[in-house]
């Protein structure tokens, strides 16, 4: 059973800079997808940014250029660095995980999901 946990989530201000840290555990050495996701209030559940186990990265749109998605393999993790944060990137932010590799951008595509970390951005 693959578990995750997310981390780094707080308030910052506009045009500042935070990254998020999601640790997966139970997961044996194999190919697969980790995935940023998030959820604004009244909103549905949006793709954020995905790296696949050769690196391959994907973002949406809205993301490109601001923020950069990592990993580390010993370790099991992925990162999420967040510069120049704008009030609308406001939301929880979910890890995800899915036993394949290649880059998806839907949430049904994720059989693993962290229980989020909120992210605040001011203006």
């Known amino acids: 059973q693959v578990q995750l946990l997310e981390s780094g989530g707080r308030a910052v201000q506009a045009g500042g800079s935070l990254r998020l840290s999601c640790v997966a555990s139970?997961?044996?050495?194999?190919?697969?997808?980790m995935g940023w996701f998030r959820q604004a209030p009244g909103k549905e559940r949006e793709f954020v940014a995905a790296?696949?186990?050769?690196?391959?990265?994907g973002y949406a749109d809205s993301v490109k250029g601001r923020f950069t998605i990592s990993r580390d393999y010993a370790k099991n993790m992925v990162f999420l660095q967040m510069n120049n944060v704008k009030p609308e990137d406001t939301a929880v932010y979910f890890c995800?995980?899915?036993?394949?590799?290649?880059?998806?951008?839907?949430?049904?595509?994720?059989?693993?999901w962290g229980q989020g970390t909120q992210v605040t951005v001011s203006s």
């Open positions: 995800a995980f899915r036993f394949l590799n290649d880059l998806s951008v839907n949430t049904g595509s994720y059989s693993y």
């Open positions: 139970g997961v044996t050495p194999d190919s697969y997808t």
């Open positions: 790296i696949d186990w050769s690196d391959s990265t």
